[in-house]
């Protein structure tokens, strides 16, 4: 995909963020994987007044190569996923609300549906909280991200992985379906949760998961 196709689908991904509610205003924000760094959202701008030039192009470095605006303030995380996980070539950020509330309690969302194989684990796990923006807050998902495709942000959000921009949204879907989820099924109780083994069976069947 050429960098002008790519900045249309960052911008058609931030705009998503709020029709599939998955934030509110400009929170959340999303990056692209280019040959010499990535493409993220800039810093505080409505996503409807969003245009191509305005995706703010990084390099590796933590420096703008292009473009007039400030990247996001989360571009820290964004640039050490990418320089950790080469499986990745796009993030999706969201402070979606059922995945939100479930960061501020600091739990993990554990293996109470199969479905949480789909991020890659038997957990999707909530990193440790650090002030938004910084270092620490990049060290703790990298450590929360280990062998996963998503992981809360305590009392933050989320961080969705993937292969391109519609499979990281899709994966920061997926994690607010099964935040939903758990929390509907705390309401009815304490949740029964699946064992090590079935989840090792289902982190095999995903391997071929929607494969033709």
């Not at 998902?141 to 009392?155: K, S």
């Amino acid at each position: 995909m050429d960098h002008t196709s790519l900045r249309e689908a960052v911008i058609a991904a931030a705009r998503s963020l709020n029709k599939h509610r998955l934030g509110v205003g400009t929170a959340g924000n999303v990056s692209a994987r280019i040959k010499q760094g990535y493409l993220i959202t800039p810093t505080g701008m409505d996503y409807e007044a969003m245009a191509p030039a305005d995706i703010v192009s990084m390099d590796m470095h933590g420096n703008r190569a292009e473009g007039d605006l400030k990247p996001s303030s989360e571009w820290r995380f964004h640039q050490d996923i990418y320089a950790a996980r080469m499986d990745t070539n796009a993030i999706v950020h969201t402070h979606s609300p059922c995945a939100t509330a479930l960061s501020c309690t600091r739990q993990d969302l554990p293996a109470f549906h199969y479905m949480v194989a789909g991020a890659g684990g038997s957990s999707i796990r909530c990193a440790a909280y650090a002030t938004y923006g910084t270092q620490a807050l990049s060290d703790h998902a990298l450590t929360a991200l280990a062998g996963r495709r998503a992981c809360l942000l305590a009392n933050h959000g989320v961080i969705a992985l993937g292969e391109d921009v519609e499979s990281a949204f899709k994966m920061a879907q997926l994690v607010e379906e099964l935040a939903k989820q758990y929390l509907f099924s705390r309401m009815l109780g304490a949740p029964v949760l699946l064992d090590d083994a079935e989840m090792k069976v289902n982190l095999e069947k995903f391997k071929d998961y929607g494969k033709q």
